[in-house]
């Protein structure tokens, strides 16, 4: 025998010297949800282990997601009030702008970047404003673009659009050029499957309940090619980086990605692949750090450059103590 695929699982040190997939800490991204009012730290019932957090709680929480050595968070707004035109998404005294404000003065190492969508915000839950009872796609371009706008004003370094609508792009990087802020990069969410996987976000962001269902906006999980249509439309539109969302159930997706393109391509691991593993580990049927780190490798081994992760903090330790590398 001449070729032995073992000489190279001999040992650890063999092992790590030929590995190909290398993860750090620089690339995991942290989701938060913020939520309007006092006091608030409120775990959130489908996802064990993360919680909601007030403006004035949060601090804690941030400080010790740097102190973890991770390096950005993506904030989600929770808002008291929410009207059809989705208004809290885009005043400038909103729920996110005021975490914007407050998060760069007391935690200003991380980078912050704001979710930019309307379905927290909306009293029919829909991530844009409706005619009928469709998402009217045009109508809310100016309106994410204020979004955007009023984020960056309010200190946010990056602004990822996670509604799906047509042009949105275009629009926000025309709007915050306009506004002097054309040093800004938008990550977008520019391959975003319709997913029974958000199912667990929708109680985090205080989003369920709402009629019907995205798939006029969000992708259909059977396509693949779309996806490249989707990414290759939002980079001509001035995104800086692509997301593809999901991860775990979308890897052909994220490796096809990474292929046509020469952008940062990120990843949401997004709420329901955290609740699955955390149930599963509460059941005592898999070991969580394992299956944490497994999976984590598998979406940077499929070409993610980024991954946005609820397990970021678990995974920073793991790299930390040398359990993944
Ligand atoms: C919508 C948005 C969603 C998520 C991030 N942004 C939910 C949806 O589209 O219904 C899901 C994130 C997750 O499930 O962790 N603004």
Known sequence: MIKRGRRLRMNADIRDMVRETRISKDALIYPLFIEEGKGIIKEINAMPGQYRY?????????????????????????????DEQGSGAYDENGIIQQAMRQAKKEVPDLVY??????????????????????????????????????????????VAPSDMMDGRVRAIREALDQAGFTDTPIMSYAAKYASAFYGPFREAAGSC???????????????RREAVKEVMMDIEEG????MVKPALSYLDIIREIKNVTNVPVAAYSVSGEYSMIKA??????IDEGSIVAETAVSVFRAGADMMITYYAKELAEMIDSGRIG
């Open 209 to 223: 309940g709402f009629k019907g269902n995205r798939k006029t906006y969000q992708m259909d999980f059977h396509n």
């Open 280 to 285: 599963a580990a509460a059941a005592g049927m």
């Open 54 to 82: 007030s403006v004035d709680t949060m601090g804690k929480a941030l400080e010790e997601v740097a102190d973890a050595g991770i390096r950005s968070v993506m904030l989600f707004g929770v808002p008291a009030h929410k």
């Open 113 to 158: 970047i704001g979710d930019v969508c309307m379905c927290e915000y909306t009293s029919h839950g829909h991530c844009g404003i409706l005619k009928g009872d469709s998402v009217d796609n045009d109508k809310t371009l100016p309106l994410l673009a204020r979004t955007a706008v009023t984020q960056v004003a309010a200190g946010a370094d990056m």
């Open 239 to 242: 995104a800086d980086m692509v």
